[in-house]
């Protein structure tokens, strides 16, 4: 037989902690997900189409963890690389350049967080994310408080204007691949106010009496 190997080898467990997370938070959100209700009972013998219902199964929420599990691990993956190449960069920039972008990290961190929450909410509100617990405050913000924890805060960028870019299009893949989370029709964006003064109201034609007790009082 041949002698067992006894080295000892070193596993770096600190991704496994995501999946983890990434499991209790799912199971928050399905619990508050609205669930599908079964056909209404008929009379008489069943049809084919009741026969045909299925409830969701315990496999299609593991099927939810694992794929967001998966997901959590690419981006992990692709964030090492990207700090990687930002350390060596960082080795061969000069003095003037590091002050710079010292101060500007500094004030995007000020103003950023703030900005990214906003357009965050908005979004997934615009998305249906809170119609099964409309109208109890203290469930909404649970819900949203749980919903932004899946959005990648650093794939999102703010431009010149302050406007928050890649907040849509992780929302719209959050909610194509997991939509028992949101509501089956999202809300249309709301139109913004205009500051435009309103035209003035068309006067109506005055009468022959109207026009004859203007001249008297004056106001023809």
Do not use: C
Not at 25 to 43: Q, S
């Amino acid at each position: 037989m041949a002698d067992h190997d006894d080295t000892d080898i070193e596993v770096d467990d600190t991704v496994e902690d995501e999946p983890n997370a990434v499991d209790a938070e799912v199971d928050d959100l399905v619990e508050d997900a609205p669930k599908p209700k079964p056909p209404a009972k008929r009379d008489g013998p069943a049809s084919a189409e009741d026969d045909e219902y299925v409830p969701p199964s315990r496999e299609e929420w593991e099927r939810v963890r694992r794929t967001l599990a998966k997901r959590k691990e690419e981006k992990l993956a692709v964030q090492r690389d990207l700090n990687s190449l930002r350390d060596k960069y960082r080795e061969q920039e000069t003095e003037t350049e590091k002050a710079v972008r010292e101060a500007e990290e500094r004030a995007e961190a000020r103003y950023k967080p703030i900005a990214v929450k906003k357009a965050v909410r908005a979004s997934l509100i615009q998305a249906g994310a809170i119609a099964s617990v409309e109208g109890d405050k203290e469930k909404t913000e649970a819900r949203l408080t749980r919903l932004m924890k899946f959005v990648d805060i650093g794939e999102l960028s703010i431009d010149d204007d302050g406007e928050v870019l890649g907040v849509e299009e992780q929302i719209d893949a959050l909610r194509a691949d997991y939509p028992e989370l949101f509501d089956t029709a999202p809300k249309k964006r709301a139109v913004r106010p205009s500051i435009a003064p309103k035209p003035p109201a068309d006067e109506k034609p005055k009468s022959a009496a109207e026009r004859h007790a203007a001249k008297v009082l004056g106001n023809a």
